[in-house]
C-alpha cells in the first residue's frame, strides 16, 4: 500500500515551457487535491476533484489545468511555466466526507528559471 | 488577507513539558479543522481534528480545543518528545462550500532534550 505518490520528485523548467505532474493513490478515494507550498504561506489550494471527470478550482487555480480521467489519478498541468510557478506542489486524497483527514504525497519541487 | 494564521512562526519546549500551537481565523463560517503535522522533505500528516459543534476533541497526547467566539483554536501536546519536533499546519474548512480547506502559514516546534 503506497498511500499517495507524486511523479517526478524535482524538475527544473524554463519559463514557456509545459509540464505535467502526476498523482496517484491507491487508497480508493473519491477526492484528490494539489496544493502549493511557499516560504511563509503555508499550503495553498490550486484545484481539487470530488470524483472522476469533476474538478474544481481552489484558491490559486490561475496558470494550471488538471484532470481526473481515473479515480486513482490527478494530473496537475502548467501549459507555460513561469518562475512564479516555482514552488513545491502536494497532492492529497481524501474520503468523500467525515472524517475529512488528507493523506499527501511527498511533493514535487519545481523550479521555473 | 490570511483567513488562518498561526502567529508564532516557531516555539521551543522541553522534553516531557507541555507545548502549545495556537491559530486564529477570520472566517466565521468555517466549521471544521484540522492541525497536521509536517517533517521536512516530506508531505503532511494529519494530527487530530473538530468540528465546531465541539470545543474539545483528544487523542492520546494531543488535544484541539476550539474558542469560537474568540475564534482561536490551539493545539496541545503532553508530554512533548523530541520527534515531536516539526512543522504544524491548522487548517479550517466551510462544509457547506466545496472542499476549500485553507491552511495556516505553520509553525516549527522544536523539542529540546
Known amino acids: 500500500n503506497a498511500g499517495v505518490t507524486q511523479t517526478p520528485k524535482f524538475r527544473v523548467l524554463k519559463t514557456g515551457q509545459s509540464m505535467t505532474l502526476l498523482c496517484a493513490q491507491d487508497m480508493n478515494h473519491e477526492y484528490m487535491y494539489w496544493y502549493r507550498q511557499d516560504p511563509g504561506m503555508g499550503l495553498r489550494l490550486i484545484h481539487y476533484?470530488?470524483?472522476?471527470?469533476?474538478?474544481a478550482k481552489g484558491e490559486v487555480p490561475d496558470g494550471y489545468n488538471v484532470s481526473r480521467l481515473k479515480k486513482q489519478n490527478f494530473l496537475l498541468g502548467l501549459e507555460s511555466a513561469a518562475p512564479s510557478q516555482t514552488s513545491v506542489y502536494f497532492c492529497a486524497s481524501s474520503v468523500a466526507g467525515p472524517p475529512r483527514e488528507q493523506y499527501f504525497g511527498p511533493g514535487t519541487r519545481l523550479t521555473v528559471t | 488577507d490570511q483567513q488562518v494564521k498561526q502567529n508564532s512562526p516557531s516555539l521551543s519546549v522541553q522534553e516531557g513539558r507541555i507545548s502549545i500551537l495556537n491559530c486564529d481565523y477570520t472566517?466565521?463560517?468555517?466549521?471544521?479543522f484540522l492541525w497536521y503535522k509536517k517533517y521536512p522533505a516530506e508531505g503532511p500528516t494529519f494530527l487530530i481534528s473538530i468540528s465546531s459543534i465541539k470545543d474539545k476533541n483528544e487523542d492520546g497526547r494531543f488535544t484541539v480545543f476550539l474558542n469560537k467566539s474568540a475564534k482561536h483554536l490551539s493545539l496541545h501536546i503532553v508530554p512533548s518528545q523530541p520527534g515531536d519536533s516539526a512543522v504544524y499546519f491548522c487548517a479550517a474548512l466551510q462544509r457547506d462550500y466545496g472542499q476549500n480547506f485553507v491552511f495556516g502559514p505553520g509553525t516549527r516546534l522544536s523539542v529540546l532534550p
Open positions: 472566517n466565521s463560517m468555517f466549521d471544521y
Open positions: 476533484s470530488v470524483g472522476e471527470g469533476t474538478t
